[in-house]
């Protein structure tokens, strides 16, 4: 088979990682690719977001698979325009997508089929905005409508951060139509865990737990970030909460999408908070979140390639997953500055003693992994391309052991201004 992936970061990088290990697969094509990816795949001048080029590529190619890593596409329409080619692909339509792509719409999904999650208000007219901001007590978390490149919500502690986050994203438009309707909603405390299911319009397979540290400093301090590390599985999470997670979100999401006509395949990432009363959902995503994509993937023990092509022909029921118990633990590498502005085009020490001549970054026994994202290769040697570099990931007998094995092997690492959280998995311990 010929697989193409779509997207360019750590996430994909795994996606391409363990595609590779599929007996099915004898070429991957990656658009556009990266530096680690082109050790896996051969990687194609195309952006991700480049509709037209990716079809034309994957019928010139007779790819016989298409796997999308990014949101952006699935929101622009990629599905259906490889479906209307015969082309398989597997993501969610763009009608499906918005379950990701309109923070209204999945909140009208969950409403209407009781999935518990905070109570909220919806808004198109700033003035109304700004009268029912003067009248709650912080902290509220306020959220764009449309995609926003992770950007788009703000948890407000003060009124006056309320009204100021109502005017950039109504008035000045911040994201614009993305953030001209918005919710202000109920805050909810706890701690936050990530639930992904492989879905066929009709059948679920949740994946194994895991937990994502947005904030760029230790201690959840500081702004939010694209994900500073990852570990799998979430011990707060237990049994129970993942069957609630299964009855009560994941398989009533599914069911609604179908009953409207827009079947859900793909991913479907519930986002969920550990409050007092249990789960509730503060998101749905539509793919794989990045980095927890570095933490699960590599626990997967069953051909990737097989689920999904079970998923794009709807017949998950045929199939049970297989994991490692082992769990993961990935720590991302970014550069100084980030998420705010930061230099590009210093060189990457020692990536490349992750390198096995013939065969992909990691060690021997696939415990230690390096994902890389803003990463390209100058004058021969690789170095750093963008905000979030690259993703160590480790698996061991414990969080603990994976802990330690994979902050001894960010040692091996260097450039300029790298910056990373010395307290990823933290949370398991506590
Ligand atoms: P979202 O994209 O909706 O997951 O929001 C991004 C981040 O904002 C989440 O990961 C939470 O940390 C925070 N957040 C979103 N909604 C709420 C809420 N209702 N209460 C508390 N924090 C929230």
């Not at 997207?7 to 595609?19: F, P, T, V």
């Not at 007779?62 to 015969?86: Q, S, Y």
């Not at 994946?207 to 947005?214: E, G, I, L, T, Y």
Request: hydrophobic share 40%; charged share 30%; with cysteine.
């Amino acid at each position: 088979m010929k697989v193409l992936v779509v997207g360019s970061g750590g996430r994909e990088h795994a996606l391409c990682k363990k595609i590779n290990e599929s007996p099915k697969v004898e070429k991957i094509y990656a658009a556009p690719g990266n530096y680690g990816i082109s050790k896996e795949a051969e990687c194609v001048d195309i952006f991700d977001n480049d509709l037209e080029s990716l079809v034309s590529f994957a019928r010139d190619k007779k790819i016989d698979l298409t796997v999308v890593g990014p949101e952006a596409p699935l929101d622009k329409g990629i599905v259906d325009e490889f479906e209307k080619e015969g082309l398989m692909i597997f993501g969610p339509s763009k009608e499906a997508a918005k379950l990701e792509g309109s923070k209204v719409f999945a909140k009208q999904v969950m409403l209407e089929n009781d999935i518990p999650t905070a109570k909220s208000s919806e808004f198109t007219d700033s003035d109304e905005a700004k009268k029912f901001a003067a009248s709650l007590v912080p902290p509220v978390a306020i959220k764009a409508d449309g995609l926003c490149a992770g950007k788009g919500v703000v948890v407000a502690h003060s009124r006056e951060e309320i009204l100021q986050t109502v005017v950039q994203f109504m008035d000045e438009k911040e994201f614009g139509e993305a953030s001209s309707r918005i919710l202000i909603e109920e805050y909810l405390q706890g701690q936050e865990v990530s639930v992904l299911a492989f879905c066929d319009g009709e059948n679920i397979i949740p994946m194994v737990s895991s937990q994502d540290h947005k904030p760029v400093y230790d201690k959840d301090k500081g702004p939010n970030t694209g994900g500073m590390g990852a570990y799998s599985p979430a011990p707060i999470f237990s049994e129970k909460d993942m069957e609630f997670t299964i009855e009560r979100v994941l398989k009533p999401t599914v069911k609604a999408m179908k009953e409207k006509g827009t079947p859900f395949k793909g991913i479907l990432y519930a986002g969920l908070i550990m409050t007092e009363q249990g789960p509730k959902v503060l998101e749905f995503n539509v793919r794989f979140g990045d980095p927890e994509a570095q933490a699960v993937i590599p626990r997967l023990k069953t051909d990737l390639v097989q689920v999904m092509l079970a998923a794009c022909e709807e017949r998950l029921d045929e199939l049970v997953l297989e994991w490692d118990e082992r769990p993961a633990v990935c720590v991302v590498l970014a550069s100084g500055g980030y998420p705010g502005t930061y230099t590009k085009g210093y060189e990457i020490k020692g990536i490349d003693s992750f390198y096995k001549s013939g065969d992909d970054f990691g060690d021997k026994s696939n415990e230690v992994m390096v994902f890389t994202a803003g990463v390209k290769l100058k004058d021969n040697k690789p170095v750093t391309a963008g905000g979030r570099v690259l993703g160590i990931t480790a698996i061991a007998d414990t969080i603990k052991k994976a802990q330690e094995k994979v902050y001894n092997e960010i040692g091996r690492i260097s450039f300029k201004d790298m910056h990373y959280r010395r307290d990823i998995a933290d949370k398991a311990f506590k």
